[in-house]
């Protein structure tokens, strides 16, 4: 797919690549103090999160472990259907740990509160969750997310990690995906 074409399934740039990186930095700053001498797990949540984390755990000025989960809710619609599947779960025990899930977006907030109840029976010293997104309009379930990077609208977005169908991964920015694409 050439890149022109790419730009015609996109409606709006949200949140450039730039905002990003500052955002994250400000957010492992954050992070980095909050967690002074302790011993911090990253979790991230597959496939999406992967820039994220990328990007934040290299923000981090200590070591953070990661560890990766991979469940699905989605598969190829844009609405998700609630229900929660661990495609492959942790290779760390969490025992006494302190978590920090590294998350894309929360949306409905359905998948993450599966998640911190799963992980909640595990032994975790502590957890707390980091989202790249949030979208407050689309809230089914309250999440305590300590660190958020953006609220946006309402609307389905792809880029730097997000994907519809497997597709716009790879872009740089967070962009809304146009509605001609999956009407
Ligand atoms: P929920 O609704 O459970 O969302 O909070 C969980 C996961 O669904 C994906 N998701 C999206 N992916 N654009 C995407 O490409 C979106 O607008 C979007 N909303 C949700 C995402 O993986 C999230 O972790
Ligand atoms: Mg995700």
């Known amino acids: 797919m050439r890149a022109a074409d790419i730009q015609d399934d996109l409606s709006q740039i949200l949140v450039t690549e730039e905002e990003i990186i500052a955002k994250l930095d400000e957010l ?14 990253l979790v991230g949540v597959l496939k999406g999160a992967v820039m994220v984390m990328a990007d934040f755990a290299r923000a981090l000025p200590f070591h953070a472990p990661m560890d990766w989960m991979a469940v699905s809710s989605y598969g190829t619609s844009t609405k998700s259907s609630g229900v929660v599947q661990i495609r492959k779960d942790l290779d760390s025990d969490l025992n006494g740990k302190h978590v920090l899930i590294v998350e894309d977006i929360i949306d409905s907030g359905l998948t993450l509160s599966w998640l911190l109840e799963n992980f909640g029976s ?19 379930v309250e999440i305590d997310c300590k660190y958020v990077g953006f609220d ?26 146009a509605p001609h694409v999956y009407a």
């Not at 595990?122 to 309009?137: F, Q, T, Y």
């Open 28 to 41: 492992a700053t954050q992070v980095a103090a909050d967690y002074e001498g302790k011993e911090l797990l």
């Open 122 to 140: 595990r032994g975790a010293e502590s957890i707390e969750v980091l989202a790249l997104l949030r979208k407050p309009e689309a809230a089914k």
């Open 152 to 177: 946006i609208p309402n609307e389905f977005v792809v880029g730097y990690g997000l994907d519809y169908a497997e597709r716009y991964r790879n872009l740089r920015d967070v962009a809304v995906l």
